[in-house]
Each structure stands twice: as structure tokens, then as C-alpha cells.
């Protein structure tokens, strides 16, 4: 049977994540309501990343088998659009290989992270504020530690349920424009709750004038109640997921 990815975007403020659960709306209700609706046939779908509640993306896929056509799909792009509501965008339907699994096969996924210093009604949606002094060395010398280590422990919450906490860090990097900072981070993978780990716990090494050593400490000691998870959802925007060559 034909597989088909999907690509969307959505701003994920009114929503308690991006997969399916149970008693709350997601995006991959949504998104199944919609196909749902338009075909009148229920579709089963597979989510790549998994983006926590208030989490926004430029860039997410799932995937699911049909034995519709793929001009099918590629002609009802804009009708699937009318029905999502408009704060799900999606951007394309492709068929990929059969044997392609969205999550499995993708080879890094890149997040940022926006944070402004100075009031900004037009900001507090999609990023966090935070209005305080900090130490922008440090912020940049324990980006690039980041890059000397592979067991994340420290920055995955409880109850993650993983068989391994090891993670390539692929990009690591403060950007530092007027009255706003901008963190990106790429890995093949990442941890439940790791990237709000990493800027939290950079943030309070900055605040308070920690050391990179202090920093290393942290991550080398596999103890997340020492990482700082406190920076709100609204601010993380999970920005490309790469996959090698899929199309079928």
C-alpha cells in the first residue's frame, strides 16, 4: 500500500501536544478530523517529532498508507486547509517509500528557542520574556560544551521511558539581535523535555554567573531535579525535520 507524508505547521498555543491522547485536542486530532471529514474514511496516522502542549512548529510530518492516489491527495490540499482551523497549516502531502517511517528515518531534528528582553505584546505567544541581566559568554562557552558530550540524561524529565539518553548534537548556538536572544540546537534526536532543559539551565548559568565547569557538572551528573526545565512551552519552535532522499 502507497505511503504518503504529511507536512504542517501549526501554533501549537491550543493544544496539549502534538500526538494523539486521551481527553485533550492535539494536532494529530486535528489533523485525523479533517481527513476524516473531507474522505469520509478514518485514517490512521504516525507522528514524527513530539512537540509537548503550547509547543509551535514551521515544520512537523506524519505519515500514513492509502490506496488513494497521489494526485488524489495533491488536490485536495487547499479543501483539507479550509477544514483545519487556522491555527494548522498544511503544507504538502508526498509520497514517499513504503518502507520510509517519519520518525524513525529522520536524521535531525533543529529547534529554536526565542526569548525577548523588553516588553513586547506582539512577542508573548512565541516567545518567553525575560527581562534580566545575564552573562552572554557564558551563555555561548556552554552552547559549545554541549558538543563534548552525548549522555543527556540530566536534561530528559522522569518517566521518559527511553532505552538510551544519548543524543548527537549536530548545532549548538546563541544569536543575539536587539532585545532578543534566539538558542538553536540540532540532534538526531532529542529527550522529553531536553531542549526547555538545556536554555533553562543556560539561562541560570548566566544569570548567575556560573562557570562552564559548573555547567559540565550538571550535565556529567545525570541528575535532571539539577536541571532547569522552568522556561515556558510558548517559546520553543521545533523549526526542520531532515530525512535522507524518501520520495517514492
Known sequence: MPRYFIELAYHGKAYAGFQKQQNANTIQCEMEKALRTYFRTNFELTGSSRTDAGVHAKQNFFHFDSELTKETFENTIYHLNAILPPDIVLKNIIQVKQNVHCRFDATF????????????????????FFPYNYNKDILLNCAQE?????????????NSQVFTYDCTIQQSSWHFAENKLIYTVQANRFLRGMVKGLVGTMLKMATKNKSVEDFRQIITSKDCSKADFSVPSHGLNLVEVGFTATSS
Open 109 to 128: 531534528r533543529r529547534y529554536q528557542y526565542n526569548i525577548y528582553t523588553h516588553k513586547d505584546p506582539f512577542q508573548q505567544d512565541t516567545a518567553f
Open 146 to 158: 554541549l558538543f563534548k558530550h552525548q549522555d543527556f540524561e540530566t536534561f530528559s524529565k522522569r
